[in-house]
Nanobody, 115 residues
Framework: QVQLVESGGGLVQPGGSLRLSCAASGRMLSINAMGWYRQAPGKERELVAT???????NYADSVKGRFTISRDNAKNTVDLQMNSLKPEDTAVYYCNARSPWQVYWGQGTQVTVSS
């Protein structure tokens, strides 16, 4: 089993920045990719960004150039730096970890972008 705990959400004005962090614990040897997803009210959960064990990244088009995902394999953490935030970025953000056999999710952290 793998446990994921997110932190860093909150309320921010449009144009502002937030940094989300995810701390992972448990059987991490099987994990080959981690990432962030988000779910806005009334919408399906969608990919925000992912990063592999080797550091290859993938971003949703809507966040390219504004968000940066990073990973510390030694500390088992994955962060999401979010800049130039927009109201449409408002959502619950979930940390995600994948092994060849299973997908793990954190409990989510709320990000609200509003003036």
């Amino acid at each position: 089993q793998v446990q994921l705990v997110e932190s860093g959400g909150g309320l921010v004005q449009p144009g502002g920045s937030l940094r989300l962090s995810c701390a992972a614990s448990g059987r991490m040897l099987s994990i080959n990719a981690m990432g962030w997803y988000r779910q806005a009210p009334g919408k399906e959960r969608e990919l925000v960004a992912t990063i592999t064990l080797r550091g290859s990244t993938n971003y949703a088009d809507s966040v390219k150039g504004r968000f940066t995902i990073s990973r510390d394999n030694a500390k088992n953490t994955v962060d999401l730096q979010m800049n130039s935030l927009k109201p449409e970025d408002t959502a619950v953000y979930y940390c995600n970890a994948r092994s060849p056999w299973q997908v793990y999710w954190g409990q989510g952290t709320q990000v609200t972008v509003s003036s």
